[in-house]
T-cell receptor, first 111, second 112 residues
């Protein structure tokens, strides 16, 4: 089983719908991250959390919210999806060495 | 906002050729990481460099961190089709509020 698991892997939805992307990890890491990847734009940080009680905005947090339900779970929500939120979303955990461990990604299409 | 510029954005070469990918910034980073991403998967760490002037080798891959810790390069010798993928550099900063800033990536295709 993967150390960082994202669900769903693929999702197609319509403008205005609420969407939740879930992430769970078995690494035992406190630090978790949500990134968005778009062609030609690299990985951009949406939100990050250093522990269950800590939530921080990244560089592109508008239109997104997160919940850290437990050390192992970090979910990303789009309250009202819009087409420009179509992207590949990655959850990651961070080890004390600084290495990030990524999930396999969730591809979201907003029509 | 710290920015990392990667070049080239795209690179298509023949098997056996050498190549270099560059990662440049006007900001100083405490560490610099290189990741490789294959289609349908998340990025995977290749190396972390933390000392200015540091050089690390990983088989046919050579990574260098600039003396001023503002830039880095990745050199691949005798590229193979298995090297195909998206190469991402990421700069670390922020101390206790540590964050990684990613470059936009270099998409490498090695043709047989």
């Amino acid at each position: 089983d993967a150390d960082v698991t994202q669900t769903p892997r693929n999702r197609i939805t319509k403008t205005g719908k609420r969407i939740m992307l879930e992430c769970s990890q078995t690494k035992g890491h406190d630090r978790m991250y949500w990134y968005r990847q778009d062609p030609g734009l690299g990985l951009r940080l949406i939100y990050y959390s250093f522990d269950v009680k800590d939530i921080n905005k990244g560089e592109i947090s508008d239109g997104y919210s997160v919940s850290r339900q437990a050390q192992a779970k970090f979910s990303l929500s789009l309250e009202s999806a819009i087409p420009n939120q179509t992207a590949l979303y990655f959850c990651a955990t961070r080890e004390n060495t600084g290495e990030l461990f990524f999930g396999e990604g969730s591809r979201l299409t907003v029509l | 906002t710290q920015l990392l510029e990667q070049s080239p954005q795209f690179l298509s070469i023949q098997e056996g050729e050498n190549l270099t990918v560059y990662c440049n910034s006007s900001s100083v980073f405490s560490s610099l990481q290189w990741y490789r991403q294959e289609p349908g998967e998340g990025p995977v760490l290749l190396v972390t460099v933390v000392t200015g002037g540091e050089v690390k080798k990983l088989k046919r891959l050579t990574f260098q961190f600039g003396d001023a810790r503002k830039d880095s390069s990745l050199h691949i010798t005798a590229a193979q089709p298995g090297d195909t993928g998206l190469y991402l550099c990421a700069g670390g900063s922020g101390g206790s509020n540590y964050k990684l800033t990613f470059g936009k990536g270099t998409l490498l295709t090695v043709n047989p």
